[in-house]
């Protein structure tokens, strides 16, 4: 799979990645929801996270 974009409802965050290489991806960028996750070609230039639904905390 050449990109895998995973999200974190708990935390509010995501992982980006890219360049899979041996079993590895080599590119990995992190962010928290409401940044923007820049997506390489062919995918569109960006995902707004800002709508993203997180998990309410536990009580």
Same mark, same amino acid.
């Given at each position: 799979m050449? /990109?895998?974009l995973? /999200?974190d409802p *708990?935390e509010g965050?995501?992982?980006?990645?890219t360049? +899979? *290489?041996? %079993?590895? =991806?080599q %590119?990995v960028?992190?962010?928290k =929801? %409401?940044e +923007? /996750? +820049?997506?390489?070609?062919?995918? +569109?230039?960006e995902?707004?996270? !800002?709508?993203?639904?997180? =998990?309410?905390p536990? !009580?």
């Amino acid at each position: 799979m050449p /990109v895998l974009l995973a /999200v974190d409802p *708990r935390e509010g965050a995501w992982t980006l990645h890219t360049h +899979p *290489r041996d %079993g590895e =991806y080599q %590119g990995v960028l992190h962010g928290k =929801y %409401g940044e +923007p /996750v +820049p997506l390489p070609a062919p995918l +569109p230039a960006e995902l707004d996270t !800002s709508a993203l639904p997180l =998990y309410s905390p536990r !009580s």
